[in-house]
């Protein structure tokens, strides 16, 4: 009878592992679903941008809450915390308004926080497919933005100073923003000195090398007419 009961034990051990064997054959750990972060399509205006007031403000799965004291978003998709992002000196200012867009011209849902006007603290979430995760987009103010997809370029900027204003067109890598052009506009002429130009408008590139300079609105690229007006629209 001892013999028998080893026997039986010595079978059943083998017929584990050939099951155990098995399973790990064919019941691999499952890979967690990507998040489906389809963008929804925005449609340019007739001079070709999407402005700020044009960003969606309800997503089908996102939603974000932000802290009262404006240091924390907390990121929810179908109504499951996702991701936390923080910053103890502030990531927007009060009152702050979400936003959802392809800010990065991925086809991917970003988020953008914030009143979105001159001089406010304002934060932009682009989302890593690869990652599954928003990165944070720092370095730049992300003041008044507008997107010109022909181009895929982020514009920001606002005024800096009672006489002087400086827009920023942007570029993207991944989720890095690179300014690409950056136009000054000097109001008072007797500030161009200290302010460092000689007429009211003066667009530089990247490498601070100067590509217009002149007082006239027409005298520069159609693309940055039209983004002037916008930042400063004429007085009726």
Request: glycine fraction near 6%; aromatic fraction near 10%; charge should be negative.
């Given at each position: 009878?001892?013999?028998?009961?080893?026997?039986?034990?010595?079978?059943?051990?083998?017929?584990?592992?050939?099951t155990?064997?098995?399973?790990?054959?064919?019941?691999?750990?499952?890979?967690?679903?990507?998040?489906?972060?389809?963008?929804?399509?925005?449609?340019p205006?007739?001079s070709?941008?999407?402005?700020?007031?044009?960003?969606?403000?309800?997503?089908?799965?996102?939603?974000?809450?932000?802290?009262?004291d404006?240091?924390?978003?907390?990121?929810?998709?179908?109504?499951?915390?996702?991701?936390?992002?923080?910053?103890?000196?502030?990531?927007?200012?009060?009152?702050?308004?979400?936003?959802?867009?392809?800010?990065?011209?991925?086809?991917?849902?970003?988020?953008?926080?914030?009143?979105?006007?001159?001089?406010?603290?304002?934060?932009?979430?682009?989302?890593?497919?690869?990652?599954?995760?928003?990165?944070?987009?720092?370095?730049?103010?992300?003041?008044?933005?507008?997107?010109?997809?022909?181009?895929?370029?982020?514009?920001?900027?606002?005024?800096?100073?009672?006489?002087?204003?400086?827009?920023?067109?942007?570029?993207?890598?991944?989720?890095?923003?690179?300014?690409?052009?950056?136009?000054?506009?000097?109001?008072?002429?007797e500030?161009?000195?200290?302010?460092?130009?000689?007429?009211r408008?003066?667009?530089?590139?990247?490498?601070?090398?100067?590509?217009?300079?002149?007082?006239?609105?027409?005298?520069?690229?159609?693309?940055?007419?039209?983004?002037?007006?916008?930042?400063?629209?004429?007085?009726?």
């Open positions: 009878m001892k013999t028998k009961s080893l026997l039986l034990g010595a079978f059943a051990l083998c017929l584990g592992l050939f155990a064997c098995g399973n790990n054959g064919n019941n691999k750990p499952e890979t967690p679903a990507k998040l489906d972060m389809t963008a929804a399509q925005v449609n205006n007739a070709g941008f999407i402005f700020l007031d044009q960003f969606l403000t309800t997503d089908p799965h996102l939603s974000v809450k932000i802290s009262d404006f240091t924390t978003a907390t990121i929810f998709y179908d109504g499951k915390e996702i991701q936390t992002i923080e910053d103890e000196t502030g990531l927007v200012s009060d009152e702050a308004t979400v936003r959802f867009l392809d800010a990065n011209f991925d086809g991917q849902t970003d988020i953008y926080l914030g009143p979105g006007f001159s001089r406010t603290l304002n934060a932009l979430f682009v989302w890593d497919e690869f990652e599954q995760q928003f990165q944070v987009v720092s370095g730049t103010s992300l003041q008044n933005p507008m997107l010109h997809p022909a181009t895929k370029s982020f514009i920001e900027g606002g005024s800096s100073s009672y006489c002087e204003t400086d827009i920023y067109l942007n570029k993207w890598n991944k989720s890095m923003i690179m300014m690409d052009e950056n136009l000054a506009i000097v109001l008072d002429p500030a161009y000195g200290a302010i460092g130009v000689e007429h408008y003066t667009l530089k590139d990247a490498d601070d090398k100067v590509l217009y300079s002149t007082d006239e609105i027409e005298a520069l690229p159609e693309m940055w007419q039209t983004i002037v007006t916008t930042f400063c629209p004429p007085e009726e």
